[in-house]
């Protein structure tokens, strides 16, 4: 689940509320639990590496969220980078389900969120001789803070199995700062962020036709703008980039399944 869907969800959960003007009159109605999100984007990203092959992505889910901090959610992408791998195989979508408690329990503003999220691949045909089961279960722990107009986050991910279906890499994580600023024009916010994605266990990682690579961590980061239109609807336009190692992550087509790129995502909460 990316930066821009939660976001977006709050934006949508702000916007229920009525102005104060007409809130004097008519009490203003209660924010719904529930929230649910659908985004279309050029590329699916996920730490920097591409899901999709540079291609389009369908995307969406939902998220219900309880007064006392506990919350649970879903999330879906279409995706081909398994299939892409694993000639014969088939592996359409990317399904994520997650719970935890989110309070601000520091100060208003500095949100504390802990939780379980598991990545769940629905599969067939895969080959163990090109790569695990791709299923992950990752624990997180994220401090939310805002600043005036800067908001953002500081997470750190941790691989309670191995990490989509890489040889001997539980223990792998991902620490990674999101930064956002409200430019205070045109409903516009610039967006940061910056990661670590430390693979463990692998001094002699396996490869096609018997390579084997022993650097295979890498960092990932992004800059864009996010336009926020109202009623849930927001366009994001950014560059996302990495040093990810062009002989491990790469496509079908041989090239860096890491490189530099511009992805365009609009997206829509109900």
């Given at each position: 689940m990316n930066t821009l869907q939660k976001t977006a969800i709050a934006a949508a959960i702000s916007g229920l509320f009525a102005p104060a003007a007409f809130a004097q009159a008519t009490p203003a109605p209660e924010a719904s639990p529930v929230t649910?999100?659908?985004?279309?984007?050029?590329?699916?990203?996920?730490?920097?590496?591409?899901?999709?092959?540079?291609?389009?992505?369908?995307?969406?889910?939902f998220d219900y969220a309880h007064e006392s901090g506990f919350y649970i959610g879903n999330w879906n992408s279409s995706i081909s980078w398994i299939s892409d791998g694993n000639p014969g195989s088939s592996a359409p979508i990317e399904m994520n389900f997650y719970g935890g408690f989110k309070k601000e329990l520091i100060a208003p503003g500095f949100a504390s969120d802990f939780g379980v999220l598991q990545y769940y691949y629905p599969s067939t045909g895969l080959n163990s001789s090109y790569m695990l089961n791709p299923n992950t279960t990752e624990l997180y722990a994220a401090q939310n803070f805002t600043l005036g107009p800067v908001t953002g986050f500081l997470k750190f991910s941790y691989a309670v199995t191995t990490l989509f279906g890489t040889p001997n890499s539980q223990g792998s994580?991902?620490?990674?700062?999101?930064?956002?600023?409200?430019?205070?024009?045109?409903?516009?916010?610039?967006?940061?962020?910056?990661?670590?994605?430390?693979?463990?266990?692998?001094?002699?990682?396996?490869?096609?036709?018997?390579?084997?690579?022993?650097?295979?961590?890498?960092?990932?980061?992004?800059?864009?703008?996010?336009?926020?239109?109202?009623?849930?609807?927001?366009?994001?336009?950014?560059?996302?980039?990495?040093?990810?190692?062009?002989?491990?992550?790469?496509?079908?087509?041989?090239?860096?399944?890491?490189?530099?790129?511009?992805?365009?995502?609009?997206t829509k909460t109900f």
């Open positions: 649910a999100n659908v985004t279309v984007v050029s590329d699916y990203r996920f730490r920097g590496i591409t899901q999709s092959n540079y291609k389009p992505a369908i995307q969406g889910g994580f991902y620490p990674d700062l999101t930064v956002n600023y409200d430019t205070g024009f045109w409903g516009v916010t610039a967006n940061g962020h910056v990661g670590y994605q430390y693979v463990a266990g692998q001094p002699n990682t396996a490869g096609p036709a018997g390579q084997t690579y022993n650097n295979i961590s890498y960092t990932d980061w992004k800059l864009g703008l996010t336009k926020d239109f109202g009623g849930g609807l927001a366009l994001s336009a950014s560059y996302v980039s990495t040093n990810a190692n062009p002989n491990f992550y790469y496509t079908p087509q041989y090239s860096s399944s890491g490189r530099g790129g511009a992805v365009v995502a609009l």
